[in-house]
């Protein structure tokens, strides 16, 4: 069965950092790229970021370009977001997702449970 | 960057109605448009891919349509279950951007 995992959510102060983990298992992980999708309070979808299978393509959100970094590692069948200069605007739940293919333009197939990040002093 | 506008943002139905809801994309996307659907407090789940493709599980009820900038997303016959949110995406280019959200109410 598949899954993904999220977790490193939390409350942090504006200007600080977190990472957020997504621990995949019952696929082939190297196999597919792989995205985060944030959602604020009562508010709809809003796409992240996506990365290449082998971690070596990257895009994002004009909104958060400069401040995130997503990244993977293979080997243990984890995907990260590292997110830098936290604004209270980035207070969302985010998801995790297992794209349906290997190239950065496929839709997500496997969502985790989500994660909340709270931006707040 | 593409937007994709949906319409209606909220609509009520009856079980056993017809619902379709439009997507319409700032430019063309050829057919790299998707379907998903969220009930509260849960992940979204997709159901449609590259138009008009079913994701596994998905009942037949749910078909998709369309091509360039317009789509649509119709249900055939209303269900209990059905009653959700639900956004488009592209997946033309980067960023992969959402529909704003249809919600389906009961009538």
């Known amino acids: 069965e598949v899954q993904v995992l999220e977790s490193g959510g939390g409350l942090v102060q504006p200007g600080g950092s977190l990472r957020l983990s997504c621990a995949a298992s019952?696929?082939?992980?190297?196999?597919?790229?792989m995205s985060w999708v944030r959602q604020a309070p009562g508010k709809g979808l809003e796409w992240v970021s996506v990365i290449s299978v082998s971690g070596d393509i990257t895009y994002y959100a004009d909104s958060v370009k400069g401040r995130f970094t997503i990244s993977r590692d293979n080997s243990k069948n984890t995907l990260y977001l590292q997110m830098n200069s936290l604004r209270a605007e980035d207070t969302a739940i985010y998801y995790c997702?297992?794209?349906?293919?290997?190239?950065?333009?496929?839709?997500?197939?496997?969502w985790g449970q989500g994660t909340l990040v709270t931006v707040s002093s | 960057d593409i937007q994709m506008t949906q319409s209606p943002s909220s609509l009520s139905a009856s079980v056993g109605d017809r619902v379709t809801i439009t997507c319409r994309a700032s430019?063309?996307?050829?057919?790299?448009l998707n379907w998903y659907q969220q009930k509260p407090g849960k992940a979204p789940k997709l159901l449609i891919y590259?138009?008009?493709s079913l994701q596994n599980g998905v009942p037949p009820r749910f078909t998709g349509s369309g091509s360039g900038t317009d789509f649509t997303l119709t249900i055939s016959s209303l269900q209990p279950e059905d009653f959700a949110t639900y956004y488009c995406?592209?997946?033309?280019?980067?960023?992969?951007?959402f529909g704003g959200g249809t919600k389906v109410e009961i009538k």
């Open positions: 019952g696929f082939t992980f190297s196999n597919f790229a």
């Open positions: 430019q063309s996307i050829s057919t790299y």
């Open positions: 997702g297992k794209d349906r293919c290997s190239s950065s333009n496929c839709p997500i197939d496997y």
């Open positions: 995406q592209q997946s033309y280019s980067t960023p992969l951007t």
């Open positions: 590259a138009v008009s």
